[in-house]
């Protein structure tokens, strides 16, 4: 019997691929881009007919009471969100790790929690090795310190992935990422 909560490896999400674009006159909602950690969630938003995603908030994570899901469900009725795109972290190899589970986890839950609530919601998983990476070194770049970084740098993940999202639906590239299935 097929796990309801299939969540394919990415580009293998049941045939499909993330949108890369509405036709023209459609209202294109937004888009969040999540970062999720172990102790914080990043979160990143835009307008998916923008080319700029923007740093939100990072959220506690809190996975007894799960709050900070509850949180993020509010933001995507409130800025009327049409897909979310949540990092999948790997190895360098491509391999899965305890954060790939991690994400997956909070990626399948996420889903579950729409579609009980009555949300239609898009949730993906995106490859995001290295994005932590590079949002450590742009926050360097622009002048702040290390020991502030962690304030931040979930968010600046979230619009790492969130940009790599936007950049690729700009340059009508396909957009390699598994759609979380809930059955």
């Not at 450590?136 to 600046?156: C, F, I, M, P, T």
């Amino acid at each position: 019997m097929p796990d309801p909560h299939q969540v394919p490896e990415p580009g293998h999400a049941a045939g499909q691929q993330a949108p890369a674009g509405k036709p023209a006159g459609a209202c294109p909602g937004a888009l969040l881009g999540v970062d999720v950690g172990a102790a914080r969630v990043g979160v990143a938003v835009a307008q998916a007919d923008s080319g700029l995603a923007l740093p939100v908030s990072t959220l506690r994570r809190d996975a007894k009471k799960n709050s900070d899901r509850r949180i993020l469900l509010k933001m995507v009725l409130d800025r009327q969100v049409t897909d979310v795109y949540i990092g999948e972290p790997k190895s360098l190899s491509g391999n899965a790790t305890e954060s790939t589970k991690m994400a997956r986890d909070y990626a399948i839950s996420l889903a579950e929690e729409a579609h009980e609530a009555g949300i239609e919601l898009g949730v993906w998983l995106i490859d995001e090795r290295l994005s932590t990476v590079s949002a450590h070194r742009a926050l360097h770049e622009a002048g702040r310190k290390s020991r502030s970084h962690r304030e931040v740098v979930d968010q600046a993940a979230a619009v790492e992935i969130l940009q790599q999202v936007l950049d690729r639906k700009h340059n009508q590239v396909p957009i390699q990422a598994s759609r979380v299935v809930i059955r």
